[in-house]
């Protein structure tokens, strides 16, 4: 019932910056919890950042706060993600997520617990 569809990945020089933009489409209240994911060749799928759509909390991985910034653009339904003085371990494909159920500390950054997925936008960033 929920549509995402990812855009704004780019090749980047370290230290600078991208907004990656997830369009979200279907019922909203199938996505009440978004998220960012992303997953490194090689290495797990990791959570970066969510967020409760009713107006809860925002979470970010420790690797990403003071960097990176979580948002919604309730009028167009729009999830985005700015991304501040990236670093080249933030080269990844980068994953919107959505699920109907509230997230707690414990499950926003697993994303085994969300149902909807996008298809991806690369980042890379480079030196």
């Known amino acids: 019932q929920v549509q995402l569809v990812e855009s704004g990945g780019d090749s980047v020089q370290a230290g600078g910056s991208l907004r990656l933009s997830c369009a979200a489409s279907?019922?909203?209240?199938?996505?009440?919890?978004m998220g960012w994911f992303r997953q490194a060749p090689g290495k797990e799928r990791e959570g970066v950042a969510g967020?409760?759509?009713?107006?809860?909390?925002?979470r970010y991985a420790d690797s990403v706060k003071g960097r990176f910034t979580i948002s919604l653009d309730n009028v167009k339904n729009t999830l985005y993600l700015q991304m501040n003085s990236l670093r080249l371990e933030d080269s990844a494909m980068y994953y919107c997520a959505a699920d109907w159920r509230r997230k707690n500390e414990r499950t926003w950054y697993d994303g085994a617990s969300y149902y909807y997925w996008g298809q991806g936008t690369q980042v890379t960033v480079s030196s």
């Open positions: 279907g019922d909203t209240y199938s996505s009440r919890s």
């Open positions: 967020i409760d759509t009713f107006g809860g909390s925002i």
